[in-house]
Structure formats: C-alpha cells, structure tokens
C-alpha cells in the first residue's frame, strides 16, 4: 500500500520560515519523481516545486524561486520543502506528490495534505 504523509505545516507570520516533510513508503523512492503541489480556498492546485527521481533537476513556480528549496533524502524515503520568506500568498494546503512511468503507464501517488498558514 502506497502512503505519502506529509507534516510540517502550521501558522506562521510573515517573513517566517517552515519546513515541510513527506515520508513516502509502498514505493521504490529511487524510481519516481516528486513534487509539492499547493492549493488555496477557490483556487486550482499549482505545482510549488518538483524535482526528479535522481535529484539531477530541480523545478519551481516563479511566485517561490529564490524562497523555497526542494530535497529529498533516499536513505529516509523522505522529500522536504523548506520555506523562507513567507507571505500570506503562500497560504495554501500542501501536497506532495510522487510519479513515475513504467512501460508508458504513470502510477500517480497523492498525500493528504498539510495546511500552511501565513498571517500575523
């Protein structure tokens, strides 16, 4: 059973940092490319960051380069986002997101969700 759980959301003002975490198990970690994806109350969901399955490239929204960093840890199953500079802007429910293809068939792997909120 695949499981994606992510942590490390909360309220926070702005001009503060988070960490998010996005323990992955079910999977080859090693074989899919994963991402951040968020979601605000009337919005679409929009990709944040994403970053594929060797590490070589990274990938963000313009609206979060330069603030935020992607990484993932092989030997923990484990992505990260870290998140500096918040804005209220950045408010949103974060997913983390794994996806990897096999002979031409994606297998497409969501969290839960952890909510950030930025306010003072």
């Known amino acids: 059973q695949v499981q994606l759980v992510e942590s490390g959301g909360g309220l926070v003002q702005p001009g503060g940092s988070l960490r998010l975490s996005c323990a992955a198990s079910?999977?080859?970690?090693?074989?899919?490319?994963l991402g951040w994806y968020r979601q605000a109350p009337g919005k679409q969901r929009e990709l944040v960051a994403d970053?594929?399955?060797?590490?070589?490239?990274?990938n963000y929204a313009d609206s979060v380069k330069g603030r935020f960093t992607i990484s993932r840890d092989h030997a923990k199953n484990t992505m990260y986002l870290q998140m500096n500079s918040l804005k209220p802007e950045d408010t949103a429910v974060y997913y983390c997101?794994?996806?990897?293809?096999?002979?031409?068939?994606?297998?497409?792997?969501w969290g839960q969700g952890t909510q950030v909120t930025v306010s003072s």
């Open positions: 997101n794994a996806r990897s293809w096999v002979m031409a068939v994606q297998y497409d792997y």
């Open positions: 079910g999977i080859i970690f090693s074989r899919y490319a």
């Open positions: 970053i594929t399955s060797g590490s070589e490239r990274t």
